[in-house]
């Protein structure tokens, strides 16, 4: 199969010569349409900036990065903000959503900038947010919901133009467990039903358990692997948890 993400020998330095920092050191993976991988290590670790990287917000320093066989390190800065729009959803810890907008408006942003039309957009809204169980508070503000709801609503947002990659980071990491166990169900559902790419970056594995499969990030480096299979998402928890016992790092709630 053709990889939807290609990462080949990835490198990223902070600082200037001398004092450089190497936060990644020479990352090569790449991610087939379809999957839903998980990214983990200490802090430190490099898994943050590779999301940056990934998602264009930040620059490497060498290697290169394709999304549907488009070098994306190769892209003009003026054309990035489009690129994200039609090939990107993000799903952030802190929600990120306006608040002088209704949750409906908010999933609407990305459509509305895109000039499509209106009456194509009040259909994928209404579509996406009965999947989502928010279709009874589309036209409530953010402060008028719990952080569980917001947080399914900057799910729709990031999938409402239909993305090839979901990027998510620490999505459930300013929720209770309930909230947390009812958003990640949803991921994988979105993941399972519809085909969706995501990539999700946590240091908790209890989240990372819903993905299947699990690369471990070490100083900046690939320290292994997990690939689900056919294991119970119980014992795959379990065996997460001993990789990150050996790489130190990483928390979870109780199973």
């Keep these: 199969m053709n990889p939807i993400l290609n990462l080949e020998h990835i490198q990223k330095y902070y600082g200037r010569e001398g004092i450089l920092t190497k936060a990644i050191d020479d990352i090569s993976f790449s991610v087939e349409k379809g999957e839903f991988i998980g990214i983990m290590g200490a802090s430190g670790s490099g898994k943050t900036t590779l999301l940056h990287c990934i998602s264009t917000i930040d620059t490497i320093s060498a290697g290169h990065i394709y999304l549907n066989g488009t070098d994306i390190t190769q892209i003009k800065a003026k054309e990035l903000s489009r690129f994200r729009r039609e090939n990107l959803g993000f799903v952030f810890q802190d929600f990120q959503l306006l ?36 279709a009874d508070i589309l036209n409530k503000y953010p402060y008028q919901v719990s952080g569980g709801q917001k947080q399914r609503c900057a799910c729709a947002r990031a999938m409402i133009h239909q993305p090839k990659l979901i990027l998510a980071d620490e999505p459930t990491g300013a929720l209770d467990s309930h909230s947390s166990q009812m958003l990640l169900s949803t991921i994988q559902s979105i993941n399972s039903q519809t085909g969706t790419t995501i990539l999700l970056v946590t240091h908790d594995a209890f989240t990372a358990s819903y993905a299947n499969r699990i690369l471990f990030l070490k100083d900046g480096k690939i320290f292994t692997e997990l690939l689900k299979g056919s294991d119970t998402r119980k014992i795959f928890f379990e065996r997460i948890l001993d990789v990150l016992t050996m790489i130190g790092g990483g928390q979870s709630d109780v199973y």
Excluded: W
């Excluded at 608040?99 to 994928?124: C, F, G, M, Y």
């Design 99 to 134: 608040d002088t907008l209704t949750l409906s408006e908010n999933i609407a942003l990305a459509l509305t900038i895109n000039k499509v039309p209106a009456a194509q957009i009040d259909i994928r809204i209404e579509n996406i947010a009965k999947s989502l169980n928010i």
